[in-house]
């Protein structure tokens, strides 16, 4: 007969003759990163508890012994008390043991009717559902910031650039709000993930169910989610929703990393639009003229590690038969990281958008080169029945011209336009000027004054 192993307290150990070997503990253990999940884990639990009591599977008294001990281990957690330990693998066996140590037999009944491949589910969920509400408050904040400079700097007027040249003129509120409608599609994102997120995986047991009487509704409704999940073999294989966070909070870095872009070009000495607060800035070690902005460069940086872990859970799951295979435990660490990086970054860049200075008599210059009101000055001509073609055509004789001698189309006397087209008058030099140009542009959605007071009347309401 085969000695059974005191020293080993595997929940598994009935079936084993061995001990784990240590480098296989070390290898598969998971709770020095999955012990983040320790709250959930334990409201998924306490739910549990009371369903199973419900059921007549355990006594009230049992319950409320779970109950009991579940709140004792939770406060331990919470002031560092606990100690956690690497041989029972994770979070769940961990709270699981210590339970049972606790509190007994009825300690060991807490796993009736439930398999970790559901119950880690469940704990994720939980944890992601929190995560999308937490990101969700920190763009709202990043798009207060944006709005409330957009109104700050409502008069001031920026080039506006395609293929990074100079192009037409727009007012730096426009520009700001743009990155206000990025950010809100990604609090749709969330919104949207969430509610793929918010579905109730337990009771999906191992993988095929159980057939002790169960009642998976009321577990729904004790922690919150507004449906139950349909097939068991999905459930406890499904890592979409883990996917699907990752994507929105690629999108959002990518969407800060593109601001931070910005920042780093504007605050150049080449661009100059823009004065970053010191306290946001570092200096260099050699070079005593230095005010570098890491924190964009940074936030732009960090975006490479959040787009890896997008790809490391698509790739994770590739090619996974169903149902759970341990690989999915690999889920936790990108998604940890990636709810790190994209927090640490919204906050930052709503900070750093907050004590943004733009530079007006810079702004003022660089608006004085580029011929940007050009495409003006063709609708100019196209409201004189100039047919569109033959008015940019005209109108690149014309640029053309004024760049031999170093100068704007707009600094043109009538007498030299007419060179080009007779129908130009005196008027034309309303099209031409800067704020002529901008307040041009009032089709919906346009650069105009009037629509950017539109847009950000409705931003404001929103937010
Ligand atoms: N630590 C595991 C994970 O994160 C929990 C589920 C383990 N299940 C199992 N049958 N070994 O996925």
Not at 122 to 148: H, I, M
Not at 188 to 205: E, F, H, S, Y
Not at 365 to 386: E, I, N, P, S
């Amino acid at each position: 007969m085969k000695q059974q192993q005191t020293g080993d307290m595997k929940m598994w150990g009935g079936r084993f003759a061995e001990k784990t070997a240590a480098s296989v503990e070390a290898f598969t253990c998971s709770v020095h990163f999955d012990c983040r999940l320790y709250r959930h884990d334990i409201a998924g639990s306490r739910a549990h508890a009371r369903m199973l009591a419900r059921q007549g599977l355990i006594s009230d008294e049992e319950c409320r012994l779970i109950l009991g001990g579940l709140d004792e281990i939770e406060g331990e957690i919470e002031r560092g008390e606990f100690v956690f330990r690497p041989e029972l693998e994770d979070i769940h066996m961990n709270i699981e043991k210590a339970l049972a140590e606790r509190i007994g037999p009825a300690g060991e009944k807490l796993h009736t009717a439930r398999s970790r491949n559901d119950q880690v589910n469940l704990d994720f969920r939980l944890y992601l559902r929190e995560e999308c509400d937490r990101l969700d408050g920190l763009l709202a904040e990043l798009q207060r910031s944006l709005v409330t400079q957009a109104r700050r700097w409502r008069q001031t007027v920026m080039p506006g650039y395609t293929h990074l040249q100079r192009a037409q003129p727009v007012l730096v509120a426009h520009h700001l709000l743009a990155y206000f409608e990025m950010f809100k599609r990604d609090r749709q994102r969330l919104a949207d993930c969430r509610r793929r997120i918010n579905v109730l995986p337990l009771g999906a047991a191992a993988l095929a169910g159980t057939g002790l009487p169960i009642d998976r509704e009321y577990v729904a409704e004790l922690l919150d989610f507004p449906q139950v999940s349909a097939n068991s073999l999905d459930t406890v294989a499904d890592r979409d929703f883990v996917i699907e966070f990752a994507s929105a909070a690629a999108l959002i870095q990518v969407h800060l990393s593109r601001l931070a872009e910005e920042l780093v070009l504007w605050t150049s000495e080449e661009f100059a639009f823009v004065e970053l607060p010191d306290a946001f800035c570092t200096g260099s070690s050699i070079m005593p003229q230095k005010k570098n902005p890491d924190v964009p460069e940074l936030i732009r940086g960090k975006s490479g590690r959040v787009v890896g872990h997008l790809m490391a859970l698509l790739t994770l799951l590739k090619g996974l038969p169903l149902a759970y295979n341990r690989d999915l435990q690999e889920d936790k660490e990108p998604i940890f990281d990636t709810v790190d990086t994209v927090s640490a970054s919204l906050a930052l860049a709503a900070e750093l958008m907050a004590g943004l200075n733009f530079r007006e008599e810079k702004l003022a210059a660089a608006l004085r080169r580029g011929c940007m009101t050009a495409t003006d000055l063709a609708d100019y001509l196209v409201r004189k029945q100039v047919p569109f073609r033959q008015a940019h055509a005209i109108v690149g004789r014309a640029v053309a011209y004024a760049l031999e001698q170093g100068r704007d189309v707009a600094e043109l006397s009538l007498v030299e336009l007419k060179r080009f087209a007779e129908c130009i008058e005196e008027d034309v030099f309303a099209v031409l000027s800067v704020e002529g140009s901008v307040n041009s542009r009032n089709s919906l959605g346009g650069t105009g004054g009037a629509r950017v007071d539109e847009a950000l009347a409705q931003a404001e309401s929103e937010i």
